[in-house]
Structure formats: structure tokens, C-alpha cells
């Protein structure tokens, strides 16, 4: 329905304002992140059911949502370049598609231009951020590179994360699991 009610004010000329044309496009990645979250819940809950059909269905469903997001993502950062919300969105979308070193780009991206806007912003100039998220941006490449057997890497983002933000609990836990692995990693290996 969100797809229909954009590609209906293209089509008809109407040509939004710019910061409203982004806004539409996040709340249309959003909308459909939020689909595929539901499907994959879903899909949870009926497999252990044992319903394997359906949940495989709705678990096509989800990743088709996820794909939508994604391209939503990737059009708007083609578009409005430094749309954080645009970046951080697409890291998250290409993460939960397994695409790990698209997400860590998409993160890095996001960091590059928060960096940028802070000094901007120090200057009164207005940056539209409203995922707000640095330490969060970090948090997610670290679990990107873990996925990618990357801990050094891992390790490093996620400690960002936590020195940015020293009260949060997701992340110095996640960098609890990874030191954790590591020790794990080294044990096999004979090295501890």
C-alpha cells in the first residue's frame, strides 16, 4: 500500500518537497522492515508448530520485505547522499539479507557523514539524523564483521560502540560474546 501511495504521487507530478520525498521514502523502508520483521516472527511461531510449509512461505515473504527495504534504501542514498536515516536503514536491511560487507559500507557511510553533520551542526546549519545512532552504527559493523569471521575487526567496532556509549548494556554485551569467542577460538587452537 506504502509503494502504491509513492509511486502515485510520481506518477500524478506531484513532486514533494525534498525533505519530504526522504521522509516518505524512510517511512516506505520502514513500513516494509516492519513487514518483514512480522513475517518472520510469524514464521517462527508456525515452525515450531510444525507447520514447515507456511513458515517457509512466510519466510519468503520476510525476505522479499527485507529485498524491498533494501532497494527503497539504495535509491534514496543514490538520490540524497547524505540521508543518514537512508544509511543507516540500508545497513540494517543488507545485514538482516546476510549482504554483510554491503551493511559494513552502508555503516561506514553513515559514520562518514554523522562525523561531517556534527561539525556542520556546530556551525548552525540544520542535518536532518533522526536514527541519531553512532554508537549503534558501530555496534551493527561490529556484528557484521563477526559475521564474517572478522573479530579483530569485530572487536574494535563493538569497543567503539561502547566508548561511545559506556551505559549500554547491548553493547558491552556484545563485546562480552566476542571477547568470549575469541578465548573459545584460541582455547581450540591450543594457544590459552
Not at 19 to 24: E, H, P, T
Not at 155 to 183: C, H, R, Y
Request: glycine letters at 6%; charged letters at 25%.
Amino acid at each position: 500500500m506504502a509503494d502504491r501511495f509513492y509511486n502515485g504521487l510520481r506518477k500524478s507530478g506531484i513532486r514533494p518537497h525534498r525533505m519530504s520525498d526522504q521522509m516518505i521514502r524512510v517511512d516506505l523502508c520502514v513500513a516494509h522492515q516492519a513487514l518483514a520483521l512480522e513475517a518472520s516472527n510469524k514464521a517462527q511461531a508456525i515452525e515450531s508448530e510444525g507447520d514447515y510449509e507456511e513458515a517457509g512461505r512466510l519466510k519468503e515473504l520476510s525476505k522479499s520485505e527485507w529485498q524491498k527495504a533494501r532497494d527503497i534504501c539504495l535509491e534514496l542514498v543514490a538520490d540524497y547522499d547524505k540521508n543518514m536515516d537512508g544509511w543507516m536503514y540500508l545497513g540494517a536491511n543488507h545485514f538482516q539479507l546476510g549482504e554483510y560487507q554491503e551493511a559494513i559500507k552502508a555503516f561506514e557511510r553513515y559514520l562518514n557523514i554523522r562525523i561531517g553533520a556534527d561539525y556542520i551542526q556546530r556551525h548552525l546549519q540544520v542535518i536532518e539524523d533522526t536514527y541519531g545512532a553512532i554508537a549503534q552504527a558501530w555496534n551493527n559493523m561490529g556484528l557484521c564483521y563477526a559475521k564474517l569471521n572478522n573479530m579483530a575487526d569485530a572487536v574494535m567496532a563493538v569497543w567503539m560502540a561502547v566508548q561511545t556509549e559506556p551505559d549500554n548494556p547491548q553493547f558491552s554485551g556484545n563485546l562480552q560474546v566476542l571477547f568470549n569467542k575469541i578465548v573459545e577460538e584460541m582455547a581450540k587452537g591450543g594457544i590459552v
